[in-house]
């Protein structure tokens, strides 16, 4: 026993030893993967330093720091992600960094949780030592952003913002989008994969390049290739504006600390070498984007040269006769804030889009738009072109399309690709919705005088409704709608409430779209009851004539449908140009030669008393459906009596003539 149990007690410390060392390796390896990590994050190398945090998590999924760090590092291609991870770092570890309060403000106000952002930016600016002057302007601002967009938010524009596609959008960033005056060549700026022969900058991502593509349909593109030619650089390189019948092309290039270029296109189709446009507009300084008049006589753009802070600002800059361009003139304080402005693009109309960080940006860059007044001399106060183009992120690279029907734009948003993605704007149209009112189940039953209201809301939920009638003759009703939208359809009879009904309306970028709805009213007994009491079918132009009802294989004139002739008599003569249908109708119990023979004398019960009102013979025919056109389905007693019934309908005189009638 004693050797037994010595040998057991030599296992053991054996394995005591093998999983301290493989405890002690495991640790190691934790921790030299946590530097290497930790290093690329201080390089702002996001993409290259997260798979060893994901490393560290998979060894130790409770590590707060590497899931704070990651969460840092997801903040720049995915927002939601970055929001987990940061939140469980907090929960496990609370003083996990003194930057925590920070990061969870950035995280929530991208991800569009603006109370808590700013709750955990108060809470940050507590801990800012008082001589930190600068970060505790940087996070007021961030709170002042944060504001800005719970704001805009709650009041969004009736516009419809579409992600370009992944033929185009990738998980890396995509931006600057150029489109050709025939809307089928798009030149873009990519960090993608493939990027200048997939040289890495400094912070991991590839090089921008230009890449162009080709228009194969409505929304599809083909695959994306690097512009032939000279265009692109070991650096960065960037599109930014087609120009002189599409044969030239401005773009940024990171030569000289940033600098406009010009390329024109060559015979083959590629294009030349890039040249400056002018060392009026370049400097030693940072030019990052400009416009071109399609006249081309004024450049608009953005330099970091003429500030004091080094922020960017707009100017202008024109050409005389001669080619030459002239000095560089600010846009003034009114455009101009403190903050960076970038992204200059002048509308048909006069309009000067722009994308800041100032005013008062949702966060990040925002487009705002300002108009010029050539009495005052100045720029209008820059408007916040407003949710949901703006995002609480980077919302750029605002341009029209030629015909100013859309916009591209490039932004960082949720449910992109990845980073910074190409969208259109599209500004929402009216629809034309048309149809009829029938029964259900049987189409072949019409409803007139139903009254229908579409009730819908706009984007800032005010409420909008419209508003139509079924035509007695056809019961087809006609509205135009905002679209893009989910309606309550309120379907009524003489103000007592059928049924309500969803009815969504599709996006519609144009105004010559028609939507097609029929809508289909059930009918229980009471709802039959109610239209037959509320709607008769015998309802045309402005003349409003009710059916009479019989007994069950009868045609004697009941006191109430006597009373209904007394009032068509009376309308006749008072219209000696109206013309009736008198048409019979029975249930469904007898034969169909019974049935007829029933139907046409419960029409001449209704001829013969008009006759004798002094209406002429002349004036009026009669006709027998029978059974064959029930009003509702012959499924009850009630559903019967509704079909045995008299309708009279207005007949234009040379129908009377003619013996016809009108179906």
Same mark, same amino acid.
């Given at each position: ?69 990651? &969460? ?73 952003? @944060? ?23 990738? @998980? ?17 700026? *990519?960090?993608?994969? &493939? ?8 912070? &991991? ?30 650096? =960065? ?20 600390? +940033? ?8 015979? #083959?189709?590629?294009? %030349?070498?890039?040249?400056?446009? *002018? ?52 846009? &003034? ?61 980077? #919302? ?38 048309? +149809?009829?009112?029938?029964?259900? %189940? ?13 009730? %819908? ?36 009879? #003489? ?55 019989? @007994? ?21 003569? @008072?219209?000696?140009?109206? /013309?009736?249908?008198?048409? %019979? =109708? ?14 046409? /004398? ?21 006709? *027998? ?10 499924? *009850?007693?009630? /559903? ?18 003619? +013996?016809?009638?009108?179906?």
């Amino acid at each position: 026993m004693n050797y037994l149990a010595k040998s057991f007690s030599r296992v053991s410390l054996l394995l005591a030893m093998v999983c301290l060392l493989a405890a002690t390796a495991s640790a190691q390896s934790t921790r030299k993967q946590m530097r290497t990590a930790n290093k690329f994050f201080k390089k702002e190398n996001y993409r290259a330093a997260l798979p060893y945090y994901d490393q560290v998590l998979a060894a130790d999924p409770n590590n707060a720091k590497a899931l704070y760090f990651a &969460g840092i590092s997801y903040l720049t291609f995915d927002k939601e992600k970055s929001a987990d991870y940061l939140y469980r770092a907090a929960e496990l570890n609370p003083k996990v960094d003194k930057e925590l309060e920070y990061w969870l403000g950035r995280t929530d106000h991208i991800n569009y949780r603006f109370d808590s952002a700013i709750e955990h930016f108060q809470n940050y600016q507590k801990t800012i030592k008082p001589r930190n002057v600068e970060r505790k302007e940087e996070v007021a601002q961030l709170i002042q952003y @944060a504001k800005n967009a719970k704001r805009e938010v709650a009041n969004p524009k009736d516009v419809f913002v579409k992600n370009l596609g992944g033929d185009v959008n990738t @998980a890396f960033s995509e931006h600057s989008p150029v489109i050709s005056s025939d809307y089928n060549y798009l030149l873009f700026t *990519s960090r993608a994969e &493939g990027a200048t022969g997939g040289k890495a900058a400094e912070d &991991g991502e590839y090089f921008e390049d230009i890449f162009e593509t080709n228009r194969t349909g409505v929304d599809s593109w083909e695959k994306p290739r690097i512009v032939p030619g000279a265009l692109n650089s070991p650096g =960065h390189d960037a599109s930014i504006q087609l120009f002189d019948n599409d044969t030239k092309l401005l773009l940024y290039q990171s030569v000289n600390n +940033g600098d406009i270029m010009v390329s024109e296109r060559q015979p #083959d189709g590629s294009w %030349g070498t890039p040249k400056s446009i *002018s060392d009026k507009v370049n400097t030693r300084d940072f030019e990052s984007d400009a416009y071109i008049t399609p006249d081309g006589t004024t450049l608009f753009f953005s330099t970091s040269h003429y500030s004091e802070n080094g922020d960017l600002d707009l100017y202008m800059v024109q050409r005389d006769k001669g080619g030459n361009w002239g000095n560089p003139k600010s846009l &003034g304080r009114t455009i101009n804030s403190r903050f960076d402005e970038d992204s200059p693009y002048l509308s048909a109309d006069g309009t000067l889009f722009f994308a800041s960080r100032g005013h008062n940006s949702m966060g990040g860059y925002d487009i705002f738009a300002s108009k010029y007044d050539s009495v005052a001399r100045r720029w209008a106060r820059p408007e916040n072109l407003g949710s949901p183009i703006n995002t609480p992120d980077d #919302d750029t690279y605002y341009r029209l399309a030629p015909d100013g029907s859309y916009a591209y734009l490039s932004s960082y948003r949720i449910g992109g690709y990845g980073e910074k993605d190409i969208y259109t704007i599209n500004y929402i149209k009216n629809a034309d919705v048309k +149809g009829r009112v029938l029964v259900q %189940g049987d189409s072949t039953l019409t409803l007139p005088g139903v009254e229908l209201i579409f009730n %819908g809301q706009q984007a800032d939920n005010r409420p909008i409704s419209y508003r139509d009638v079924s035509k007695p003759d056809s019961a087809t009703y006609n509205v135009n709608v905002l679209s893009g939208r989910n309606y309550q359809v309120q379907l009524s009879l #003489d103000g007592e409430v059928l049924e309500t009904q969803e009815f969504e309306v599709p996006v519609v970028l144009d105004d010559t779209t028609t939507i097609r709805k029929d809508f289909f009213v059930t009918l229980d007994d009471t709802t039959a009851a109610r239209i037959a009491r509320l709607a008769p079918d015998a309802a045309v132009g402005d003349f409003q004539m009710e059916n009479i009802y019989f @007994a069950t294989d009868k045609y004697d004139l009941r006191p109430e449908a006597i009373q209904e002739l007394d009032r068509i008599a009376e309308i006749m003569k @008072a219209n000696p140009t109206l /013309n009736i249908s008198i048409e %019979g =109708h029975t249930d469904s119990r007898a034969s169909d030669s019974y049935n007829m023979t029933l139907g046409q /004398n419960r029409a001449d019960a209704a001829f013969d008393y008009l006759v004798g009102k002094d209406i002429s013979a002349k004036r009026m025919v009669t006709v *027998s459906y029978g059974e064959s056109r029930p009003a509702v389905p012959n499924t *009850s007693a009630d /559903n019967m009596q509704l079909n045995r019934r008299t309708i009279f309908r207005v007949l234009k005189r040379e129908e009377i003539q003619q +013996g016809q009638e009108v179906q």
